[in-house]
């Protein structure tokens, strides 16, 4: 009966405000009740992930400063509905990750400044909190090593680099290690061709440093690499199918600059400014089913843009293309079962809002709520 309820007020809604075209809107339903009876009131950026029958979750933190996660009711296709497994006690947005055996793990920072997770005991199933610890003051970036494990790098509460790793693939116990250093934000992390975790941070001077684990699956390397710059967001990295890591920020002027590993798991190059005009929040970005990487964030028209690579494995990207929206968060991206990236996002109505594309490596839909 809720179900059909909440799919009535959709119904209703859409009749009388919505509008999609090729660019979609994500300010459509503004008038919808914002009440905890029809899904999430969401006040921060989503996350998403892939269960393990192919299926998309989309997660988000409440106004209650629970967790609600959705579920596609086949993938690629449709919602069953969100459900709220929060006890308030979530201070910034979840981060999702998957272990070995293919289930969902999400990190958050907890109201008691805590790391928290909780780990799918099946697909779609979530088992309960569990307390990891540590003083944090900023989201948590989630990365997988070598050897199946999850390491979870936060910003502790001096300022320095913490990292708490998984005991091994799939276990409920771990250990911190402090990587020194004093950070700004959240920091971003990858696994680099090698197989080492790479982990970029906003530095000193607004700059951008890394730092690399020595060993595989091990312990990190003493010290920072100063990669210069100036950011004023936290960054982000992605390894493209040239088995460069690529790191993107946002520049003093607001603008997107990209920079790339000289070769796979060496050194860095030299920043290339891409352009537009982006928040401060962290951008978003994936592969696409040919291997181009694809780049979204909120523009200052509080719109979702999207910059693409040219040709994958090229390094070389085009200019900031708009999908439209109206948005109070920044972008989160999954891939869908068929290769099709879908892109997230809360809406100024304060819903969580989505568009697919069209075709694997192809044009999007217009936005559509999240039900």
Not at 310 to 325: D, I
């Amino acid at each position: 009966m809720r179900a059909l309820l909440r799919r009535a007020l959709i119904a209703a809604v859409t009749t009388a405000t919505v509008a999609v075209g090729l660019a979609g809107t994500a300010e459509a339903g503004q008038n919808k009740p914002l009440t905890a009876d029809y899904g999430p009131v969401a006040t921060l950026t989503p996350a998403v992930g892939r269960d393990v029958d192919g299926r998309l979750v989309a997660l988000t933190r409440g106004s209650d400063r629970s967790l609600w996660y959705d579920t596609q009711a086949v993938a690629g296709v449709g919602w069953n509905g969100w459900r709220n497994i929060g006890t308030r006690q979530l201070a910034g947005k979840p981060v999702v990750d998957r272990d070995t055996s293919g289930h969902l793990v999400v990190f958050a920072r907890g109201t008691d400044d805590a790391l928290w997770w909780r780990t799918q005991t099946d697909a779609g199933t979530f088992g309960p909190w569990v307390r990891i610890g540590g003083g944090i003051t900023d989201d948590p970036a989630v990365g997988r090593n070598a050897d199946g494990s999850l390491s979870a790098l936060v910003r502790g509460t001096a300022g320095e680099l913490w990292v708490w790793k998984q005991d091994g693939p799939d276990t409920t116990t771990g250990a911190w290690t402090n990587l020194g250093g004093g950070i700004i934000g959240s920091p971003a992390v990858a696994a680099q061709s090698d197989g080492r975790l790479v982990a970029v941070v906003r530095g000193g001077g607004d700059a951008v440093y890394v730092k690399t684990q020595a060993v595989v699956s091990g312990a990190w390397e003493p010290d920072y690499v100063y990669l210069g710059g100036a950011i004023n967001t936290p960054p982000t990295v992605q390894r493209g199918v040239d088995g460069l890591l690529h790191l993107f920020v946002r520049g003093l002027d607001n603008a997107l600059y990209e920079l790339p590993q000289n070769e796979p798991s060496g050194a860095f190059g030299t920043y290339t400014r891409i352009g537009g005009s982006w928040t401060a929040d962290q951008f978003a970005t994936s592969r696409q089913a040919d291997g181009r990487i694809s780049v979204f964030g909120r523009g200052s028209d509080n719109a979702f843009w999207t910059v693409v690579e040219t040709e994958a494995g090229s390094g070389r990207f085009g200019a900031p293309s708009s999908l439209g929206g109206r948005f109070t968060s920044g972008a989160a991206v999954g891939v869908n079962v068929d290769g099709r990236l879908q892109v997230f996002g809360t809406g100024v109505d304060r819903q969580v809002w989505s568009a697919a594309q069209l075709d694997p490596d192809g044009g999007y839909a217009g936005f559509t709520i999240t039900d």
